[in-house]
């Protein structure tokens, strides 16, 4: 990616090391990646540990706020790479919402190491990235990009920026209404109905961090060859029927709550050659 020199975004808050906080649950993008290396080590079933940490967009027990960091864009090179993302993500929704009815309203970035507060509840970095929507935050760990690029063998600038793109869709369905109404039919549903939900959540969000790559290719510039590339072997690399594979040796569909890699993959790839949000509709039908 051509990302030096471009727009940073001020909309971030660095609470790196500013101390650990109580470690909790909480699911994000990159927090599959955290949850296949502790599998390695500890022998357990990927899925269970999965299902553990599952549901971070869920508000949980309200915790004491914690001191905010300094805000602004970082001074150090991953610090500033995420800061870049994030203004372009800026700038293709301040765009592209409008046209569905809506004004785009800028998230925060909280960066941390080791654990943080949110109005979701308290979440350790091996829960990856995740976006909370009780404070319109996406909180993120910068070290997971080293693991996602070891353990999943899914390195890249553009991978990096996926997974980045990837929360800041599921701000997008929070700010479409999108989200409160899968909650509240999740919250009647039973298991599998609440983890075919997921998939579709899971999915848009891909399609839409899609859509941004697209907007970043065609309007600023900042996309070369190979990028989109890197970006398929990530949602690839992380798909719920890889990680059972590799974890228990078998696939169970039912259990799904992001989905396969060839659905992660045709998400991304739909909003990566389209550039247009209404492609993203995973809800209409079944259809994958």
Known sequence: MRWEGQRESRNIEDRRGMGA???????????????????????TNPLTLLNMLNGVQEITTPVEPERSGPKGAPRDSLGKFASVVLADTEDTWRTLLPRLGRTYEDPQMVLFTDAVHSACGTASSAVGPFYCPGDQKVY????????????????????????????????????????EKVSRLQQRGATAERNALSVRMELQADCFAGVWGYHARHNRNLIEPGDFEEGLRAAAAIGDDRLQKMGQGQVQPESWTHGSSEQRMTWLRRGLQSGDPNTCDTFAGART
């Not at 760990?141 to 996602?148: I, Q, V």
């Open 140 to 179: 993120l760990d910068l070290s997971f990009f080293n693991d996602m690029a070891r353990r999943l063998g899914a390195p890249g600038d553009f991978a990096q920026a996926y997974v980045i793109a990837h929360e800041i869709g599921h701000h997008v369905q929070n700010l479409l209404g999108i989200a």
């Open 21 to 43: 906080a109580r470690p909790g649950v909480g699911l994000g993008l990159g927090g599959i990646v955290l949850v296949l290396a502790v599998s390695f080590l500890t022998g």
